[in-house]
């Protein structure tokens, strides 16, 4: 048991304390079970992106025929389609990233942006890449976001 992560496989239970992979419980609990102010990653652990080339070209041909086939109307699913494909592949010590957006979420806000982009001749553009990173970013979580382990009783 430790205040912090010493390495790959290491998982914080509820009271706060790390614990070595050896000690992980059999069946992880909901995480409504633990309190809000769970860490979810040590000081330690390592950001880790494992997508290849293969992967993106096909992932870069399907959003920009999405884009282009339906006259740009089909951009907030493409750029759904590509932040699924880079957290799909990027994880923080031994947990996997997930994208949560949909491209109907996004719809909206893209057409105001689009609009006032267009209303102030393009003025309103440099607001519109940190609009979408923000949406983006708060659209990701942990894949295992609703298990968290617990400490199995002795």
Do not use: C
């Not at 995480?31 to 809000?36: E, G, L």
Request: overall charge neutral.
């Amino acid at each position: 048991m430790s205040d912090v992560s010493q390495g790959d496989g290491w998982w914080q239970a509820s009271d706060q304390k790390w614990y070595p992979p050896q000690d992980a419980p059999a069946v992880p609990v909901p995480a409504a079970a633990v309190p809000a102010a769970t860490v979810v990653a040590g000081p330690d652990e390592k950001f880790r992106f494992d997508a290849g080339a293969g992967s993106y070209i096909g992932t870069a041909i399907l959003a920009f025929l999405l884009s282009v086939l339906t006259l740009g109307l089909g951009t907030p699913w493409a750029a759904t389609l590509w932040m699924r494909w880079a957290t799909k592949h990027t994880s923080i010590g031994h947990r996997q990233l997930r994208f949560n957006g949909s491209g109907m979420g996004l719809f909206g806000r893209w057409l105001l942006w689009l609009l006032l982009t267009i209303i102030t001749f393009g003025i309103y553009s440099f607001w519109v890449v940190p609009r979408f990173v923000r949406w983006a970013v708060t659209n990701v979580s942990f894949a295992d976001a609703g298990v968290v382990a617990e400490l199995a009783p002795e």
